[in-house]
């Protein structure tokens, strides 16, 4: 939705910040991917088990514990009105009072399907669900996008970096969506549990490149629709159709509707599993998806992003708060596993070269600066 949003209000303007947001996914996520293969653990465990005095580690855990758990909480509410905007396409689902809450029915179907599917499967049925899930997804949202046959020269145009005070909030919500920081632990663990030996970094970085830009793709796509909705704003899901009616007919819509809903439910799954992978691995906890400590982990973060998304905050505000927060959270994850990465002690051949740490280091701050501005200017802070 935020990429819907930034079409919208930018046309192809903000594409730049799309494809930036490939190379920063690619270099983060094939670092915490080496981190996995050669410690054969994930960034949980690391954590739990660093060395150094104690205020400095329990630091350390109180920082990665709030960046992915809580702002996970924030990310699933986003991720299950997400998919609800995609569903409301197809079918408009009621709400209703229950102890004085309002509880949204199409919030709870997509969080109990998620949940059915965190509790009852295995990890390897899981990850062919998902990838079943976005091969359609990008079907839907590609195709949707170059039938609407966009003038390819202003898309070009969108690549030309342009930054400024009204673009700026926009920018990191679109690398927060992209960049998601709880992926960056959850591809650590599936690093660990697929590669084994070191030798088999190339076809991780194969992997994580064949992925992050497929992903890319769908994003920039979505941004893309996004410049022919007709709407006058858009709130809801019924506006995104509606304005896409007008230009492509019944067809589009359907596509877009079912492109949010793979998009959103595939979210609302990895969200809380990022979470109780990290929760268990900083605790010393099985992480095996059908124990006890996974399942209430789980259940945590499912539960109270669905109660999140019931508290009648508006789909499009919600979407939008989430992912901006993950943009400024994403700095405090990214120093991390870049620190962690460059330690003869932690990766020993394996570690980070110097030119890869600096070009790492790069992209922290670049997002740093990003993030502290996006603060600054919803404080109404005079910053850079």
Known sequence: MVCTLAGFN?????????????????????????????????????????????????????????????????????????????????????????????????????????????????????????????????????????????????????????????????????????????????????????????????????????????????????LIVGTFNMSEQIQDAQSVANGLQAVFGKTGTYLMGFGLLAAGLTSSITAPLAAALVICGILGKSQETQSRPMRLSILLVMGLGLIFASLGIKPVQLISFAQLANGVLLPFVSVWIVWMASRTAVMGKSKSQKSYLILSYLIVLFTLVLGLRSVASVLKWDFL
């Not at 509790?119 to 949202?141: D, G, H, N, P, Q």
């Not at 949707?144 to 969108?158: E, F, N, Q, R």
């Not at 679109?174 to 591809?187: A, E, H, Q, R």
Request: net charge positive; charged share 15%; hydrophobic share 55%.
């Open 10 to 222: 930018f046309g192809f303007e903000l594409l730049w910040a799309l494809g930036l947001s490939v190379l920063i996914t690619i270099v983060l996520q094939e670092t915490s991917g080496r981190i996995g293969i050669a410690t054969q653990k994930d960034l949980g465990e690391l954590v739990r088990e660093s060395t150094g005095p104690f205020i400095y580690k329990s630091i350390q855990i109180l920082l990665i514990f709030s960046a992915i758990v809580l702002g996970n909480i924030a990310y699933e509410s986003g991720n299950i009105t997400g998919a609800r905007l995609g569903l409301e396409v197809f079918i408009s689902l009621p709400k209703v009072d229950l102890a004085g809450l309002s509880l949204d029915l199409g919030n709870l179907l997509i969080g109990s399907l998620a949940f059915a599917m965190l509790w009852f499967a295995k990890y390897r049925s899981i990850e062919r669900f998902l990838i079943f899930l976005v091969i359609l997804m990008s079907i839907s949202f590609i195709w949707t996008a170059i039938a609407l046959a966009p003038d390819w020269s202003k898309v070009a145009g969108g690549f030309i970096p342009r930054l400024n005070s009204d673009n700026l909030t926009n920018v990191v919500a679109l690398i927060g969506t992209t960049v998601v920081p709880y992926n960056l632990f959850l591809y650590a663990s599936l690093s660990k549990n697929k590669w084994k030996d070191r030798k088999a970094f190339h076809w991780m970085r194969w992997d994580i490149g064949l992925a992050v830009v497929l992903g890319g793709l769908v994003s920039m796509a979505i």
